[in-house]
């Protein structure tokens, strides 16, 4: 049971690149987020979904876009990366009966130069 | 808009002293408060969580202090010990079909030995 897993766990990306985040988790959770955390900003909600085929924006979704092809898997994408996404991104799962217990993945430490 | 307000930003206590971080909110819809904790390098975990109907609740060394009336709620950590240095992060749940966690900034915790 490893829980949540996150991959890559760093990357380096010039400007303008692009990538893909990969989240996957192991204990058939519904819902699913991606959050990054920046200095003295706490964590930012960024996409979620609720089940396998949906996704909805959260806080700060500009700039990345996501997918949720299968129940387990969890994507970000970042288009064309910016300095500005340069960040610790966070991705996190919960079941249906503890909503408030998100389970976090190791998280993926981004610079983008 | 930051709907959750977490204070302080960081925090330092000796060994056997009392930690103290305090949250506010002025959402009334939240309807279950959880604390995470996070250590260096890691994702944030659930440490302990609280409904509103309930002033107080215990674990172990850790105990949540919830007002409801106020608004606030807050996390004591007695006898705080070198091993509780993290960062600690409040956070708020919707009612309804809302799925998300709203989080506090953060507070940078350390105990010195």
């Known amino acids: 049971n490893a829980g949540v897993t996150q991959t890559p766990k760093f990357r380096v990306l010039k400007t303008g690149q692009s990538m893909t985040l990969l989240c996957a988790q192991d204990?058939?959770?519904?819902?699913m987020y991606w959050y990054r955390q920046d200095p003295g900003m706490g964590l930012r909600l960024i996409h979620y979904?609720?089940?396998?085929?949906?996704?909805a924006k959260g806080e700060v979704p500009d700039g990345y876009n996501v997918s949720r092809l299968k129940k387990q898997n969890f994507l970000l994408g970042l288009e064309s990366a910016a300095p500005s996404q340069t960040s610790v991104y966070f991705c996190?799962?919960?079941?249906?009966?503890?909503?408030?217990?998100?389970?976090f993945g190791p998280g993926t430490r981004l610079t983008v130069t | 808009q930051q709907q959750v307000k977490q204070s302080p930003q960081s925090l330092i206590v000796q060994k056997g002293g009392i930690s103290i971080i305090n949250c506010a909110y002025e959402?009334?819809?939240?309807?279950?408060f959880p604390w995470y904790q996070q250590f260096p390098g890691k994702g944030p975990a659930l440490l302990i969580a609280?409904?509103?109907?309930?002033s107080e609740k215990k674990e172990g060394r850790f105990t949540i202090s919830f007002n409801k009336s106020a608004k606030q709620f807050s996390l004591h950590i007695m006898d705080s010990q070198p091993g509780d240095s993290a960062t600690y992060f409040c956070?708020?749940?919707?009612?309804?079909?809302?799925?998300?966690?709203?989080f506090g900034k953060g507070t940078l915790l350390t105990v010195n030995p």
């Open positions: 996190a799962s919960c079941g249906i009966r503890n909503f408030y217990e998100q389970y």
């Open positions: 979904s609720v089940g396998e085929g949906t996704t």
């Open positions: 959402n009334t819809a939240f309807d279950y």
């Open positions: 609280i409904r509103p109907d309930v």
């Open positions: 956070a708020a749940h919707s009612g309804g079909s809302n799925y998300k966690l709203t």
């Open positions: 204990m058939n959770h519904e819902y």
